[in-house]
């Protein structure tokens, strides 16, 4: 049997196996889940090679599977994340209800995944698309929490995606007699003008929507932060990543060859700036962790599709370097958050406090993460950052720079918030009991912060595979000319040359810790976080000295008339507006029968009226 | 003479028929009354059986048995085929009429009134 | 020359140089902003004493290993500022690590360090530090933005975001960018107003309203550390603008005319103004500076 | 070939007068017997299936009357197709029915049992016969069943449903015996095939007023908006596998009859312009419809209008793609709607208005129903890879493929509703908490081995579409070929 089958055929009856046997005891799910996800996993990154395809028939429609490094790059996003995530999970759903069901899901996301990333075919393409969106979905609601609101919410606006896929795909299934990607390509330049545009508009919207873009982003928040959190970290750190897949195709294929493209380019690269400075600006004024991060990958993801939107070659390799590294650190940031939700119960700022102490891995994690997420050198996000900056100011991009600086700038608030509202400032009787995170959860998050400090450093490790996936696109040699494994190079010849950076940083640091420890940290007692100078005096117990609420009132002061204007709000009125137009409606069946047979007679004498203008 | 005679006779049935069916229409369509609406309905019944019986008849026609004496001339008898779909929509609409009736009295036992305005628990 | 030890040297001398002066400009404008305000003022070289008296203490407490580590990241970030900014014109003297970083990597290793003393700010439990780091990082959105504005009008003016090549252009062609791109001087300024945090955008530090904000818990040599990370800074900063505008100094009384000059603007701008409250402050920074931030870019793009 | 198509009728109608009888000897005779029935049937249909794939339809006299003159009945690719689906969704519907509720006892079972045979018997007349009359009875015996079923249950509001029902039937056999007159007093004929042929004879006002009035008696029948006032209340009102049967069987036949008579009996174009225009308002006010519903049955009675409205929509294009997919979207209906109903029952079993709400939380007491009910929701939606998503994609590449953008837009956005209400209740199922004071009632075994096997065909059937393609493509074949239709009936003797 052809491998490929074999690993899906893996992934599905491991899922279904997983998700029966919750009888047979937790630990054996357990095992069974790690092992749908592993060995698969193992399969694919030692059977199957980039170049790899097949071609089969379901029910009379040609489909062809296959990997190429562009793919490739992104299985690195879906596999690597997903195991980590998967270790986590193991320990996250320990106790929890439902453990069948979320396996499944899991395993199914994962799958689903793999396939879009398999399908050379629209078709599959779309099949796994909808596999992943109702595996992802029954995720968003998993936890009963406001689920007809935001379940829907983003079920609708998922299905409004892929419908407008779908709607493409037939469309293009009748220009061009098939369902193959490839001949999408080729024969993209001898559809009609109209055709030219419509496509790539509809199969934009599809993307856009799982790329949380604005305005098709009011799902993400809600869905991100409502999902478990061991999921949402593959949610948000791999699912919306096939959004930037689906686009990075549209634009490096069909919008190349038409002069319109520019266009779609600007218009795309501009939505995602602003989906950029909003998401920040939320995120901003959340008080709850789920929510900040939620708003802050909305916020991301804008940058990476700033990155694949501009797409010279730095912008691309700017925007997918982001998205690995959005994968690494938001992952972890999540994986954070459930720990920390699982050890105290709650992931609102204003509840925890000060828990530094309490659970030292899971704050180095987050620490590294939330330094790479805000890219801040020698962290991985910086490379991404650098290379996504000096892409627009290289490529005449000077507005939107700025747009992106603001946004990334504003994003220190919120790092610095998410730092301080749950591992620093006062450290509260309430949280004394805390206890570090399980093992099999802290060891995920650290080896994954871990990387963006590698990534940081060496960024060529993963800039190889990106540039290999470039060529398959059609971009050109970039080794040498825009990376090297430590080096970045923007299109001017300007550099970062980054490993002796990080000496001369990691030389300073321990420089100056040494030199304040000279007389000793350990000669220092630890005073508990009460002790502090109060007009001389020490607080007592219960003085409330925990700065939690209203953080950043005053910039949220600045920004206010910004932020006045929900989109939100708008989508709300007009479902509400539906629902309500759809009540009006429905009273056409009256209850009545008679009523009922005047309609008949009424549509009789109608089409007797009008029968020369119907069948004439 | 005779022949216009005819013909109007011959629109005459036909008119007649279709009057039927209509003031059928009306009895189903506007009065309130349950009963009223099922008496209605197998009054249009009524009328599409004769209008059905008046275009199968030939004038001056027989009855479309092959008796001697006849039997070489189908040609003047009545057509036989409406008579018999009428016979069959006879009892058709009298099973239906039947059903009918009988849920008029269920209704009236659990609405305690005919008026169809009252009965209207389904609705949008 | 390219020895690993003479650039340790370097680094050594350019951060004694930046620290002896950054201090001096620190006592001056003590000492100016006392005489404006009619005082006598401390001397010039009351700073030195502070920091010796503050290096020489002992700390017995401490809130954990952020605070610990919070003037270490402060110091990382000055050093690295000072070794990625080009001190004089010749390459060969503090050359440093010039050419392993360009503006953008320095726009991010000059945060590195108040975003890590934040963190050691946090730890404390100090509420009024925390508000203080929130007024900071508030502020920086504001200030950064002209600041960008003026980096990115230069780079796109000159087709580089290296430093040092901007230096060279104006040694070349004979021109300070102050006079080839004027708007973007004036936005650079003007966000350096933020930069500097003096009156009337000492938000952070706020010391009738924060009690000295984020240091409010630190004390001895993690004070001395900052006081020394914040003077080695301050002397970074000016020789940044410097660098960048006054087509930078080939010997050292030359840079010390020059950003003595620069220094002197946030001094006396701050001297007879009151404190802004901190969306005062964000909002001030949208404002003027940011319209000549866009003009400096346009003034980039279409001259 | 082992049987005859007239088995199909007279075999099950046999059986409906025999229940009683046998009843008498043997009450448990009156649950058994219908089953044997239909699994001789389906064994029959199947069997003659494959004939028929191979050697062309059969087309059977009765009486030795030879068409035009005698009645046929034609069993072919098509029609042969809907016997087979109806008669084994009429065997699931008895196997869930087999101990269904009130049943139990003697007496309902044995009506219910004998109406339920008559409903296959007139479904599957309808859907056999070539014979325009024998159409107007077979329809009959459907309608006066199904009156009898939807008042079933004496507790509820369902004689109120049925008496609806009843006026616009009623209503329905008047028009279609109009239709027939004007028809055999045009052309002379009743049997369908020689009516097709001699179509270019009739005058065109007496064939629009003839398509008129049929058009108008089968939409009663196949719940087309504006006619199909009755079917939300005799769907919600009539007990579970009745609603079943209706969504699986009796509108499959009533829309059989009417693609039939538009594609083999009229040559009328407009015709299928009509049927798109119609279609569509179906599907949209049926949709919007739904989602406003409070009621968990009354829910599914609209979105299978709104189906239906799309399987108008989709034979409306005329091509064979069309038609394929009209009947794609047939099988997949008849089996999906069938599982939603048979599964919905049992969760708003003891309910009495059966509110949606009421299905708050059910899903951890009743695991394998709900769980059969969320495939039902995500297939009927189109969500790949289950059957539903397969139908709906080949509609809308015949659209595509006829150029009908706006169909597809509309198609699409109509379908984000049936999203939005089907998710809803989805999420309540599963993720609500439960409402304390509704009982739940655990399917009987037979419930769930019908329910458990309409599952299993909704996953195969979504991962190995070519499981019906064939059928269906042979099928929609067959439909197109007019001229073969007539010339397979005329030319027999």
């Known amino acids: 049997m052809e491998t490929i089958f074999l690993i899906f055929i893996l992934f599905l009856g491991g899922a279904i196996v997983t998700w029966m046997a919750g009888k047979l005891g937790n630990i054996v799910q357990d095992i069974l889940f790690l092992a749908t996800i592993l060995v698969p996993s193992y399969l694919f990154y030692t059977n199957v090679a980039t170049g790899y395809a097949i071609d089969f028939n379901v029910g009379g429609i040609e489909l062809s599977w296959g990997i190429n490094a562009f793919g490739w790059l992104f299985s690195l996003i879906v596999l690597g994340l997903g195991a980590f995530a998967a270790f986590y999970a193991v320990s996250f759903m320990k106790g929890k209800e439902r453990r069948g069901a979320f396996y499944l899901n899991f395993i199914l996301s994962i799958m689903a995944m793999l396939g879009i990333l398999m399908s050379q075919d629209l078709i599959s393409f779309f099949i796994f698309w909808e596999i992943m969106t109702w595996s992802s979905y029954i995720m968003v609601v998993y936890n009963g929490n406001d689920v007809q609101r935001i379940g829907i919410k983003y079920f609708v606006f998922s299905a409004i995606g892929a419908y407008a896929m779908l709607m493409a795909i037939v469309l293009i299934k009748s220009m061009t007699g098939s369902f193959m990607i490839e001949s999408l390509i080729s024969s993209y330049t001898s559809f009609s003008y109209d055709m030219q545009i419509l496509i790539p508009v509809l199969l934009l919207t599809g993307f856009g929507v799982k790329a949380a873009i604005m305005p098709l982003h009011v799902w993400a928040p809600g869905a991100y932060s409502n999902a478990p959190m061991a999921y949402t970290s593959i949610f948000s750190g791999s699912l919306s990543k096939m959004g930037i897949y689906g686009m990075v195709i549209v634009f490096t294929t069909m919008l190349s060859y038409v002069p319109e493209g520019v266009w779609f380019r600007g218009v795309v690269a501009w939505l995602g700036g602003f989906t950029a400075v909003f998401g920040t600006l939320w995120a901003i004024k959340q008080d709850d962790a789920k929510k900040l991060l939620a708003y802050s990958s909305v916020a991301q993801l804008g940058y990476i599709i700033v990155g694949v939107a501009i797409g010279t070659p730095l912008a691309m390799m700017a925007g997918l370097f982001l998205a690995v590294m959005h994968a690494i650190f938001k992952g972890t940031l999540f994986m954070v958050v459930g720990a920390i939700e699982r050890q105290t119960g709650t992931s609102n700022f204003t509840e925890v406090t000060g828990l530094i102490r309490k659970m030292p891995w899971t704050f180095v994690a987050a620490l590294m993460s939330i330094i790479a997420l805000a890219g801040i050198p020698p962290l991985g996000g910086f490379v991404g950052k650098w290379m996504l900056y000096e892409s627009l100011i290289t490529s005449d991009h000077y507005l939107l720079v700025i747009v992106i600086f603001f946004s990334s700038t504003a994003a220190f608030l919120y790092c610095y918030k998410f730092l301080f509202g749950f591992f620093l400032g006062q450290e509260e009787e309430e949280w004394a009991h805390v206890k570090e995170a399980p093992a099999l959860m802290v060891v995920p998050m650290v080896i994954l912060a871990g990387l963006t400090f590698l990534l940081g450093t060496y960024p060529g490790i993963i800039l190889k595979p990106i540039a290999n996936g470039m060529q398959t696109l059609g971009y050109g040699m970039t080794q040498g000319q825009l990376w090297d494994t430590s080096i970045i190079l923007n299109e001017w010849g300007n550099q970062v040359v980054l490993q002796p950076i990080l000496y001369a940083i990691l030389g300073i640091f321990v420089f100056f810790v040494i030199f304040v420890t000279i007389k000793g940290y350990k000669n220092t007692r630890y005073v508990t976080t009460k002790d502090i100078s109060s007009s001389g005096e020490v607080p007592l117990a219960h003085e409330n000295l925990t700065f939690s609420q209203g953080f950043f009132q005053p910039f949220l002061r600045a920004v206010e008339p910004a932020m006045r204007r929900q989109i939100d709000k708008y989508y709300t009125a007009i479902a509400n507006g539906l629902e309500s137009l759809f009540d009006f409606t429905r009273r056409i069946y009256t209850g009545n029968g008679q009523t009922y047979a005047i309609f008949v007679i009424v549509f009789v004498v109608i089409l007797l009226i009008f029968k020369n203008s119907i069948f004439g | ?124 | 020359m390219d020895s690993i030890w003479f650039k340790l040297l370097g680094v050594v001398v350019s951060f004694i140089v930046a620290f002896t002066v950054g201090m001096t400009y620190m006592g001056l404008s003590r000492k100016i902003t006392a005489r404006v305000q009619n005082r006598k003022g401390p001397p010039f070289y009351q700073n030195f004493i502070d920091a010796m008296k503050l290096g020489s203490k002992t700390s017995a407490i401490h809130h954990g290993v952020m605070q610990h580590f919070g003037p270490a990241f402060l110091m990382v970030s000055s050093v690295m500022s000072l070794m990625i900014i080009p001190v004089l014109n010749n390459g060969m003297w503090f050359s440093n690590l010039n050419f392993h970083g360009d503006l953008i990597f320095l726009l991010y290793i000059m945060v590195f360090g108040p975003l890590g003393m934040a963190l050691g700010a946090g730890q404390t439990g100090n509420p009024n530090s925390a508000i203080g780091v929130t007024r900071g990082l508030s502020q920086m959105v504001g200030f950064e933005i002209p600041w960008v504005m003026a980096l990115v009008a230069l780079m796109i003016q000159y087709h580089t975001t290296s430093i040092v090549d901007l230096m060279n252009i104006q040694v070349e062609s004979g021109t300070w960018l102050i006079f080839s791109s004027p708007f973007a001087f004036i936005a650079a300024v003007l966000a350096m107003l933020g930069m500097f945090r003096y009156s009337p955008f000492d938000i952070v530090g706020a010391p009738t309203e924060l009690a000295s904000g984020p240091m409010s818990e630190n004390g001895g040599k993690y004070l001395f550390t900052m006081m020394s990370s914040a003077s080695v800074f301050a002397f970074a900063k000016l020789t940044l603008y410097v660098d960048l505008f006054l087509g930078g100094a080939s010997n050292l009384i030359e840079l010390l005319i020059k950003t003595f000059v620069i220094y002197m603007i946030p001094v006396l701008y701050g001297v007879v103004s009151p404190r802004y409250r901190t969306e005062q402050s964000i909002r001030y920074f949208w404002g003027w500076p940011t319209f000549f931030g866009l003009l400096a870019i346009l003034y980039a793009v279409f001259f | 070939m082992v049987g005859t198509p007239v088995l199909f009728v007279a075999i099950p109608l046999l059986a409906a007068f025999l229940i009683p009888l046998f009843g008498m000897i043997w009450k448990e005779s009156v649950r058994v017997i219908p089953g044997i029935v239909l699994a001789y049937l389906l064994v029959l249909a199947i069997n003659l299936m494959n004939y028929v794939m191979v050697n062309g339809p059969i087309v059977e006299v009765i009486a030795g009357w030879a068409p035009p003159l005698g009645i046929n009945l034609v069993f072919s690719a098509f029609s042969g197709f809907l016997v087979t689906l109806m008669v084994f969704l009429g065997l699931i519907v008895w196997m869930y029915s087999y101990r269904f509720k009130r049943n139990v006892d003697f007496e309902p079972a044995k009506k219910y049992f004998l109406l339920l045979m008559m409903l296959i018997t007139g479904s599957v007349g309808m859907v056999l016969t070539g014979d325009i009359f024998n159409l107007f009875v077979f329809i009959e015996i459907t309608s006066i069943s199904a009156y009898a079923l939807t008042a079933f249950y004496t507790g509820r509001d369902s004689a109120e449903a049925s008496f609806k029902y009843l006026m616009l039937g009623s209503l329905a056999s008047a028009f279609l015996l109009i239709a027939i007159m004007i028809i055999y007093s045009q052309l002379g004929t009743l049997n369908m095939a020689d009516i097709g042929s001699k179509m270019h004879l009739m005058k065109p006002a007496y064939k629009i007023m003839a398509i008129i009035f049929l058009f108008t008696a089968l939409g009663i029948e196949a719940e087309i908006f504006p006619l199909n006032g009755w079917a939300p209340d005799a769907y919600a009102e009539a007990p579970g596998p009745v609603g079943a049967a209706f969504a699986g069987i009796v509108v499959k036949a009533a829309i059989y009859a009417s693609i039939r008579i538009i594609y083999t009996l009229f040559d009328l174009s407009g015709a299928y312009d009509l049927l798109i225009v119609i279609g569509m308002i179906t599907l949209i006010v049926a949709e919007t419809a739904a989602i406003r519903q409070e009621k968990l049955k009354r829910m599914l009675a609209y979105s299978s209008i709104g189906q239906m409205g799309l399987v108008m929509v989709a034979f409306g294009m005329g091509t064979e793609e069309g038609v394929f997919a009209a009947l794609f979207l047939m099988f997949n209906h008849a089996i999906i709607k069938s599982l939603l109903f048979l599964s919905g029952s049992y969760l708003v079993y003891n309910s009495k208005d059966k509110l949606i709400k009421e299905v708050n939380g059910i899903g951890k007491f009743l695991p394998i129903t709900s769980f059969l009910f969320v495939l039902g929701s995500f297939a009927i939606v189109g969500l790949p890879p289950f059957a539903g998503f397969w139908s709906k994609l080949s509609v809308l590449t015949a659209a595509a493929d006829s150029n009908m953008l706006l169909i597809i837009a509309l198609v699409l956005i109509v379908s984000i509703i049936e999203v939005v209400y089907y998710m809803r209740v989805v999420n309540r199922i599963y993720f609500f908490k439960k409402d304390e004071s509704v009982s739940t009632q655990r399917p009987t075994l037979n419930a769930l081995i019908a329910m458990i096997t309409l599952g299993a065909i909704v996953l195969i059937v979504g991962f190995y579409p070519d499981a019906v393609t064939g059928f269906l493509h042979r099928a929609s074949a067959d439909l197109m070929d007019k001229a073969g239709y007539i010339n397979d009936v005329l030319t027999l003797n």
Not at chain 2, 54 to 82: E, R
Not at chain 2, 95 to 100: F, I, L, N, Q, S
């Open chain 2, 1 to 124: 003479m005779e022949d216009t005679l005819f013909k109007i006779l011959d629109y005459g049935v036909y008119g007649t028929a279709v009057l039927v069916i209509l003031i059928g229409l009306y009895g189903a369509l506007v009065k309130r009354s349950l009963l009223k609406i099922v008496i209605g309905l197998s009054i249009i019944d009524s009328g599409i059986n004769l209008l059905l019986v008046a275009i199968g008849y030939l004038k001056g026609g027989t009855a479309p048995i092959f008796s001697p004496g006849y039997l070489d001339n189908p040609k003047i008898m009545v057509d036989p085929i409406p008579q018999a779909l009428v016979l069959t929509a006879i009892v058709i609409g009298f099973g239906v009429t039947a059903v009918a009736l009988a849920l008029v009295i269920r209704l009236y036992r659990h609405h305690g009134t005919l008026h169809i305005d009252e009965i209207r628990n389904l609705k949008w």
